[in-house]
């Protein structure tokens, strides 16, 4: 009995293990010759080009420095890191010997030319929602770059997770395959801003809380998440966004990387946004539209609460004769102090060069987040456009103040700034944040 | 540069033209009247041919030297105590060199133009070798000798026997007050010991290890700290302003208002500015000016009413050739982005006003100042003291004028005036945008056989001059208008400085289009037309060596006759390793340029390659060698360190710089909304090479290498993308829409 | 009353504690080296050393320096015997104006002593918060490496 019922399980497991063994596999497709640049489509390469800005390919595939998407970047998660590959079409170290199906392939079902799993660090889980011409389209942009002769870094992970089959069973339960369905309670502009959200824009990937496997939680869409250490706000009815998100507002934000209403992009957005700048600008209005809609109708009445919150911001914002006043003297930890001393030469109000003052802190989103994260980040580090770009600089204060200081200069904004609960464990969260800069 | 006046009534043949400067001092030398005939002195000696004037020896044998030019961080006064120790026989650590103080020193203009090594140094070298050759007259008649046996070495005579006679125990006898004689002979370059052999900065340590360097640093007993509050934009009035509050403010003597002129002046500096801050706060003005829009700018400027010059009109232009092109070249509103903002002191005492300035011209100011504030110019004292890098006509003069009107409302008090950051930024007088077309036809020959050219530009001086061209006497009460602008007229030129190619063009004609209205403040900023246009004929110039088939340096050497123009051509191609029709990967290429400044001053060639960024369109200089030519060089370190300095500041007006505004005011008004590059922005490495001409006349060197370093980055894209863009800035946006995906 | 440390000394300002350090370098302190460039944090003309690593003062209040040392171009050396960063910006004439040189100094004091063996793109890196408008930053950098080196020998020969 007992070597029968054994045997049966046995079996059992057999067929359960290899029928899994059986769906993971993937054939190799076989390798092309790469093809001259100029046998593609320009206007194909130039559609690709815009859905790669979208899609903000290049950032975790180029290493800081280096040649464009010739992989190296260290995308961090919970299990280890994942080094982003090399997607020039070099054919030996890039993706020069990938034909369209096999690209197609990698986008839709994560898996490599030769057939190896990919973790899930590359969000195909929202890249399977693109559709054939346009994936397409960012095969021919890709194949048109300049080739670069690049090793890919292998991703450092612990056992058992280093084996690539573990994605396949990640895969298995959390991989939905297929086109979203258009939504037609909604026009179009707000289903293509679905479209590219849901898809190449994987918005969700930082702006979605994940479950311990690490897969985003669908119930919990735009919850808030984290990306490299930074909040990623919540972007549906609990944003905590002092003025709420209107399809303007995020429209500035996107393409121009500041809106009045709620500061400018930092952090991991830095990139995001200089990317949609050079996509066209209907798909960063769709992306505006979709995303704004996550919050509440795009109604006269949130553009009222959003003016609203901009109006009490500013009476928020010391003025230069009232911080005269306020300078307590009690010293180096007291945050009013500091602020006055090392903020408000820039944090205030009036001054005839507003392109060069920032956003009320009321609004912005670092401090009104419920992790001190961001605001910790943007004090240690600062604020910096990219490489000879016109853009705002704030400087890093993590060498000129302490981390008591630190400490009594954020509580002292999250309190007088967004009238919120009070951060806890602030200390604690700059540790955090000083290890992951090496600041 | 502006022409000095008293230069301009010499050139005019004005014949006995008194000039009095006013000297406080003890001696009350005055420089003499300026000889009507007869060889000509060289430089400024030629208008203060006093000896006197120039130099004064003292007891313990040390020389004390007054130049009228002004160091402004090139490193001229070094070069000048060189000139005065080698001519001299003395040694430079016995030099004193005092510059450009209307108490003291000569009046030889505006500091600008690369005019200090012609117009002082050539001077100071005449002086100093009268008054050696007259030591050794003294000399030789105390000791019974003739003057061909005595010799002079380290600041004494020697005999044939050993005996000596320091220059201290000489002075007792020594009679300056005379003019120089134009027949003293200077040293030949073969006997040199000081002038081009390396000699370190004299300035350099001091600045180096935080000695009393800048007119920011002077803290005089007593010193007041004053702050000026702007308006929002050109032309606005001051409506209204409630100073009540500010009056009460910790530290705060006296809020200044007149007219639409208001500063704040307090005892510690940050009060000053808090005050300032709490002053703007409380002001309201009326609309300023409105401003034509920045997108639309060349056009604009090109449709304002101008006056045409024909500069250059030789042989017979239109001739077709086989093959032709035109082309037009615009640049930007450019800043010169002092990294100190302005900076002035001064103080009013008993009816006498001092002033110390970083002013490129401490006589025109002070010229100025007089009209401004009623005062006599013998009543104020301008005294030429160090500010950062001022490239040009900054808010030097201004700030000078704010601290002179605060001073006078404050008497007996010392006032300092420390213009901010978005001050400097937003009302200095830039660099004036302006464009250019060219076309040109080659014969069969692939020679040029047509050129022609048109340049449209505002003036590029509106230096002090009348009290309107200091910020604050626009906005006093009773305020004064600036001057009519004028053209800086040829071989010097404006707008049209180096509009005529050095090349040998047998049929060519140049016009200079002034455009007197000025709808954004502008002035001189280094290299004044010559930026635009060497880079836009030298960008033509490779257009066409590419029409030609030919390699751009061989076509260049093609069309040149001046020999020293073919030596630094050749000498920086060579260094640079340049090939002809040089195979390189996509997105490298390398470039060429080269001008003459002015067609009378350095020759300078320049030659580089450069990477660009397929995604970004970011260019990425990498290698750049560099030849010039500046006449005899005095110090070579310092000829490199101005032409390795040019290439970095052109290299960012080219690659990224442009002053931006919208229909009220300026809008890039700090470091983040007017970028410069940064170190991880630098070139590879630059490699200067200076052409060593002994015994000929000094060229100046510090604006010869700005244009051909923009031309050189133009070619040097075009090479490495297939893309010719014509429009400054290439920044990232341009260069990549120009490359496409 | 503040008391704030400034190269090894102590020094009591009656200042108010929001007032930014430069002002207190340059007016109580009269120590020139520190100087004005914007003010906002943008070009590094301000740059000091707070406990060893590159601050800007111009946005640095007197008040978070209780117990901190802050260390200024001054405080490298002297006119007769600068410090070794110092003689290599000397030696290789590293300056045009020299306006924005205290600041480099200062900043590359702090590289050297972080990163003795940094490469010649991390050291560009690191300087990159320092702005020179007159062009001399290819001598800056030759300033850098000499005095890495001179510093690296140093350290070197020192007696044990």
Known sequence: MLVRALSVILIAVAVVFGGFFAWAWHNEIAPVQPVAAGTYDPSIVAKGAALAAIGSCVVCHTQAGGPAFAGGYPVETPFGTVYGSNITPDPDTGIGTWSQAAFRRALHEGVTRKGEHLYPAFPYDHFTHANDSDIDAIYSFLMTRDPVSRQNRQPDIPF???????????????????????????????????????????????????????????????????????????????????????????????????????????????????????????????????????????????????????????????????????????????????????????????????????????????????????????????????????????????????????????????????????????????????????? | MNIPHSRRAFLAGSGALVISIQLNRAFGQDAGAPKPSGPKLPGDLAKFPRLDAWIKLEADGRATVFAGKAELGTGIKTAFIQCAAEELDLAPSQITMITADTGLTPDEGVTAGSHSMQDCASAIRYVAADVRATLVELA?????????????????????????LGYGDLVAGLDLHRDARPDIAIKKSTSFSVIGKPLARVDIPGKLTGGESYVQDMRPEGLLHARVVRPPGYGAKLASVDAAAVEKLPGVVKVVRDGSFLAVVAAREDQAILAMHVLEDAARWDNPVQLPKQSDIQNVLRGLPNTPTTI???????????????????????????????????????????????????????????????????????????????????????????????????????????????????????????????????????????????????????????????????????????????????PEGGGDRNAIPLYALPNARVISRFIPRMPIRVSALRGLGAYLNVFAIESFMDEMADLAGTDPVEFRLKHLDDARARDVITKAAKEFGWQANAKMPRGRGQGFAFARYKNLGAYCAVAMDVSVDRQTGIVKIGKVVAAVDSGEAVNHDGIRNQIEGAIVQSASWTTLEEVTFNDKAITSRDWSSYPILRFPDMPDSIDVQVIDRPDQPFLGTGEAGQGPTGAAIANAVARATGARIRELPLNPARVKAAIGV | ??????????????????????????????????????????????????????????????????????????????????????????????????????????????????????????????????????????RILRAIRRAMNDMRTASAEAPR
């Open chain 2, 312 to 490: 250059l009109d030789r042989g017979t232009v239109g001739q077709p050739g086989v093959k032709g092109l035109r082309a037009i070249y615009a640049r930007p509103y450019q800043s010169h982005g002092s990294i100190g903002p302005s900076c002035a002191l001064a103080q009013f005492d008993g009816g006498k006003l001092t002033v110390w300035t970083h002013s490129q011209g401490v006589y025109p100011l002070r010229a100025s100042l007089s009209k401004l504030l009623s005062l006599a110019p013998e009543q104020i004292r301008c005294i030429h003291t160090e500010g950062s890098g001022c490239y040009g006509h900054n808010a030097a003069d201004d700030v000078a004028a704010d601290a002179a009107l605060i001073a006078r409302a404050l008497p007996g008090k010392p006032i300092r005036v420390q213009w901010m950051r978005e001050q400097e930024h937003g009302w200095e007088p830039f660099g004036p945008a302006m464009s250019s077309q060219v076309s040109a036809a080659l014969d069969a020959g692939g020679k040029l056989i047509d050129w022609q050219y048109e340049v449209w530009s505002n003036t590029h001086s509106m230096r002090p001059g009348g009290p309107g061209n200091l910020l604050a006497g626009q906005y006093l009460a009773a305020a004064f208008t600036p001057d009519t602008p004028k053209p800086i007229p040829q």
């Open chain 2, 140 to 164: 030789a008649a105390r000791l019974g000798l003739s003057v061909a046996d005595l010799k002079t070495e380290n600041g004494a005579v020697i005999a044939p026997s050993g005996t000596k």
């Open chain 1, 160 to 439: 058992p997770l280093n084996i690539r089959l573990s994605a396949a069973a990640w895969k298995l339960l959390f991989l939905r395959h297929g086109s979203i369905a258009a939504d037609m309670a909604h026009n179009a502009e707000w289903n293509r801003g679905a479209y590219l959200a849901e898809g190449l824009g994987h918005c969700g990937a930082c702006h979605t809380p994940r479950n311990a496997l690490g897969a985003e939680k669908h119930d919990e869409a735009y919850n808030g998440g984290v990306g490299e250490d930074w909040h990623a706000p919540a972007l549906n009815a609990n944003s905590p966004a002092a003025a709420p998100w209107t399809a303007e507002a995020a429209f500035q934000y996107l393409r121009n990387g500041w809106d009045a209403h709620h500061g400018h992009a930092s952090g991991p957005m830095t990139p995001v946004v200089d990317g949609l700048a050079k996509a066209p600008e209907s798909d960063v209005r769709a992306l505006a539209v979709y995303i704004a809609s996550l919050s509440g109708a795009d109604d006269a009445a949130k553009a009222q609460r959003a003016d609203a919150a901009l109006k009490a911001a500013r009476e928020k914002t010391p003025t230069v004769a009232a911080l005269a006043a306020a300078t307590t003297g009690s010293g180096g930890t007291d945050g009013a102090a500091i602020f006055a001393g090392a903020c408000a030469t820039c944090h205030r109000s009036g001054g005839q060069t507003p392109n060069a003052r920032p956003v009320d802190l009321a609004l912005s989103e670092s401090v009104n987040s419920p992790d001190p994260g961001n605001l910790l980040h943007i004090i240690l580090s600062g604020v910096h456009p990219q490489s000879r770009e016109r853009g705002f600089i704030m400087p890093g204060f993590s060498a000129s103040l302490t981390d008591t200081q630190i400490v009594s200069v954020a509580a002292y904004i999250r309190t007088h700034f967004s009238g919120k609960p009070q951060w806890t464990g602030i200390d604690v969260r700059l540790g955090e944040a000083r290890r992951k800069t090496g600041s």
């Open chain 3, 1 to 138: 009353m503040a008391t704030i440390t400034v190269n090894g000394k102590q020094h009591e300002v009656d200042a108010p504690p929001s007032t930014p350090l430069l002002y207190v370098l340059r007016n109580d302190l009269k120590l020139n080296a520190a100087k004005y460039g914007c003010g906002l944090g943008q070009c590094g003309a301000c740059t000091v050393l707070v406990d060893k690593e590159p601050v800007y003062s111009c946005l640095t209040p007197i008040s978070v320096l209780e117990g901190r040392s802050v260390t200024t171009l001054e405080g490298l050396g002297t006119p007769d015997n600068p410090g070794p960063v110092q003689r290599a910006f000397i030696a290789e004439q590293a300056a045009q104006c020299g306006y924005c040189t205290p600041g480099m100094v200062m900043r590359a004091q702090a590289l050297i002593e972080h990163k003795p063996k940094a490469s010649e793109s991390e050291i560009r890196d690191y300087m990159a918060p320092n702005l020179c408008r007159c062009g001399t930053q290819i």
